[in-house]
């Protein structure tokens, strides 16, 4: 697996952002709405710099970022990318994206919101409910991961998160837990990677740092390298 330093994503994030700082105001019609603070996005999209974009629900959109704030999505909505900069990003349920961009946020994807790509962030938590779908891969470098019922086609990549895969969750690509990039702080905590009854994990589960990883004896996961899984019985969570 190729390999990604999070500060490259950040600096390509940003440059992918700044045309935004040019933005004009207002909309047209049926274009992205534009501004300087909130802005609700229209068919074509939105984009604003400072502030947050929002989508209501059961509406069909374009491209949406924002450089320092969030991006809220309804219920039932279709887009194409969503990224941030300094902020979080949020699916309603049922709603399909392209894919998910944050530096500085979390992600969440509610009840059945599908992405067909990659979900990133650098410093932030990634939350997959009940039926939630990921096509392509979930990295990031600090900040949980978290599935509940949820479907991931490609990998887990992380550095400094703990993993929770639980309610009969699939992870087709495997999970890798990175050293820490060269340079950046060197976290003493170690990661504490579960996989609860009824999850499956197929490809490898690599370790290339030490960690605390307990998998279920109800569970199915591929050959692990770098620790030895902690075996525990029940359906309860681990201690």
Not at 69 to 98: K, Y
Not at 155 to 178: F, K, M, P, R, Y
Request: net charge neutral; aromatic share 4%.
């Amino acid at each position: 697996m190729r390999r990604c330093d999070p500060r490259l994503a950040a600096l390509a994030a940003a440059a992918v952002l700044a045309g935004c700082f040019n933005a004009p105001h207002g909309s047209s019609p049926g274009g992205p709405a534009y501004g300087n603070g909130n802005v609700t996005a229209g068919s074509g999209g939105g984009h604003t710099v400072n502030g947050t974009v929002q989508v209501p629900d059961g509406q069909k959109t374009g491209d949406l970022s924002t450089v320092n704030g969030s991006i809220q999505v309804g219920s039932d909505v279709t887009l194409a990318t969503a990224q941030t900069v300094n902020g979080s990003i949020t699916l309603g349920d049922r709603t399909t994206a392209d894919s998910l961009t944050t530096v500085n946020g979390s992600i969440s994807l509610e009840d059945g919101a599908r992405v067909a790509h990659t979900v990133r962030a650098v410093n932030g938590s990634l939350t997959l409910r009940s039926g939630a779908d990921v096509g392509g891969s979930l990295i990031n470098v600090n900040g949980t991961i978290q599935l509940n019922a949820a479907h991931v086609g490609g990998s887990i990549t992380t550095s400094n998160g703990d993993i929770t895969v639980e309610g009969a969750s699939h992870i087709d690509g495997g999970i890798l837990v990175q050293k820490p990039p060269t340079g950046w702080f060197q976290f003493k905590h170690e990661p504490r990677i579960v996989i609860g009854p009824g999850s499956v994990v197929t490809g490898s589960l690599r370790f290339d740092r030490q960690v605390e990883l307990y998998v279920s004896d109800k569970a199915k996961i591929g050959p692990v390298t770098g620790t030895t899984p902690l075996r525990y019985p029940g359906e309860g969570p681990v201690g």
